[in-house]
C-alpha cells in the first residue's frame, strides 16, 4: 500500500516537474484539446499536449523509481547506523561501574564487597578474563600502555603497585579506594601514578 502511495506521489510529482521545466514541449495550438490520462491523477485536457508526451516524460523523470518493488530510491533510503564497538575492557568496567558504592573490604573479591585487586579481576571476569588477584600481580600482567594512550578499562597501579583500578575515561579511575570508603570514582591524578596495562 504504502509503495503504491509513494509511485502515485512520485508520478504526479514528475508531471508536475516535467510540464513545468518544459519536458512535455506545448506547442502553440488551437484550443482543442485530446483528453490526455495521467496515472495517479486522471484524464486531464492539456492544449497542445499528447498523451504519448506525457507518457515519455513520465518515463524519463520516474526511471529509477522502480515498477514493482516497495524499496526507495537510494537517495531516501535510511542509512544504518554503525553498531557500536565496545572492547571487554570497556565492559569489564561497565560491570566495575555497576558495583559503584560496594563496600572496600580487604581480601574481597565480589560480588558483594572488594578490595582494589579483588574489584578489577571482578570486574574482567564478568567479561571472561582471568586476571591476577593481587594488585601487584596485575601491575606486572596484561600489555603495557602510557599514561598519555590510557583507553576506557585499562588497569592502572599506583602507589607503587601496591593499588590498582580501571580506567574510567576523561582522566578518572574506578577503585576500591580503602577501609570505611565504597568502590567510587576519582582523578587518576588524585594518586600517585605508577603504570598501566592493558587485558583487552
Same mark, same amino acid.
Request: include cysteine; charged fraction near 10%; hydrophobic fraction near 45%.
Given at each position: 500500500?504504502?509503495?503504491?502511495?509513494? /509511485?502515485?506521489?512520485?508520478?504526479?510529482?514528475?508531471?508536475?516537474?516535467? #510540464?513545468?521545466?518544459?519536458?512535455?514541449?506545448?506547442?502553440?495550438?488551437?484550443?482543442?484539446?485530446?483528453?490526455?490520462?495521467?496515472?495517479?491523477?486522471?484524464?486531464?485536457?492539456?492544449?497542445?499536449?499528447?498523451?504519448?508526451?506525457?507518457?515519455?516524460?513520465?518515463?524519463?523523470?520516474?526511471?529509477?523509481?522502480?515498477?514493482?518493488?516497495?524499496?526507495?530510491?537510494?537517495? #531516501?533510503?535510511?542509512?544504518?547506523?554503525?553498531?557500536?564497538?565496545?572492547?571487554?575492557?570497556?565492559?569489564?568496567?561497565?560491570?566495575?561501574?555497576?558495583? #559503584?558504592?560496594?563496600? $572496600?573490604? $580487604?581480601?574481597?573479591?565480589?560480588?558483594?564487597?572488594?578490595?582494589?585487586?579483588?574489584?578489577?579481576?571482578?570486574?574482567?571476569?564478568? !567479561?571472561?578474563?582471568?586476571?591476577?588477584?593481587?594488585?601487584?600481580?596485575?601491575?606486572?600482567?596484561?600489555?603495557?600502555?602510557?599514561?598519555?594512550? #590510557?583507553? *576506557?578499562?585499562? !588497569? *592502572?597501579?599506583?602507589?607503587?603497585?601496591?593499588?590498582?583500578?580501571?580506567?574510567?575515561?576523561?582522566?578518572? !579511575? *574506578?577503585?576500591?579506594?580503602?577501609?570505611?570508603?565504597?568502590? /567510587?570514582?576519582?582523578?587518576?591524578?588524585?594518586?600517585?601514578?605508577?603504570?598501566?596495562?592493558?587485558?583487552?
Amino acid at each position: 500500500m504504502a509503495s503504491s502511495t509513494f /509511485k502515485r506521489s512520485a508520478r504526479r510529482a514528475a508531471v508536475a516537474g516535467a #510540464l513545468a521545466v518544459g519536458a512535455v514541449t506545448v506547442t502553440a495550438a488551437p484550443a482543442l484539446a485530446d483528453p490526455i490520462n495521467v496515472p495517479g491523477v486522471g484524464t486531464v485536457e492539456v492544449p497542445g499536449v499528447t498523451q504519448a508526451q506525457v507518457d515519455a516524460a513520465i518515463a524519463s523523470v520516474t526511471q529509477g523509481i522502480g515498477t514493482g518493488s516497495a524499496a526507495l530510491p537510494p537517495e #531516501l533510503a535510511p542509512i544504518a547506523a554503525p553498531a557500536p564497538v565496545t572492547s571487554l575492557g570497556e565492559k569489564a568496567f561497565k560491570a566495575a561501574e555497576s558495583k #559503584l558504592g560496594a563496600p $572496600y573490604v $580487604y581480601g574481597a573479591a565480589g560480588p558483594d564487597a572488594f578490595d582494589c585487586s579483588g574489584l578489577v579481576q571482578w570486574a574482567y571476569k564478568q !567479561v571472561g578474563l582471568n586476571l591476577p588477584r593481587t594488585s601487584y600481580d596485575q601491575a606486572a600482567a596484561g600489555t603495557p600502555v602510557s599514561r598519555d594512550a #590510557l583507553q *576506557i578499562g585499562d !588497569v *592502572i597501579s599506583f602507589y607503587g603497585g601496591s593499588h590498582s583500578g580501571i580506567y574510567a575515561g576523561n582522566g578518572n !579511575v *574506578i577503585h576500591a579506594s580503602t577501609a570505611g570508603q565504597p568502590v /567510587k570514582m576519582a582523578p587518576v591524578s588524585s594518586m600517585p601514578f605508577d603504570g598501566a596495562r592493558r587485558y583487552a
